[in-house]
């Protein structure tokens, strides 16, 4: 799989994240101002931001 152009930087991922949402976050246990935490929440949404551009590049080539 190629990795992205741009990979969001862990700082900009974690800015990216509303109050309201930290708050429910919190409530499920993951709490981001914890290093080790906060290192697996990015290590996901960089996953799933993998994901999604191979979901794209692959709708692409298929329609066109």
């Known amino acids: 799989m190629r990795r992205p152009r ?20 919190l409530r499920l246990g993951l709490d981001l ?3 080790a935490a906060a290192r697996l929440f990015v290590e996901g949404v960089r996953a799933a931001d993998e994901a ?10 298929r329609l066109g």
């Open 52 to 61: 999604i551009a191979s979901q794209q590049r692959w709708e692409r080539e």
């Open 6 to 25: 741009y990979q969001r930087s862990a700082a900009e991922i974690l800015r990216s994240v509303p109050p309201h949402h930290r708050a429910a976050l």
């Open 33 to 35: 101002n914890d290093p």
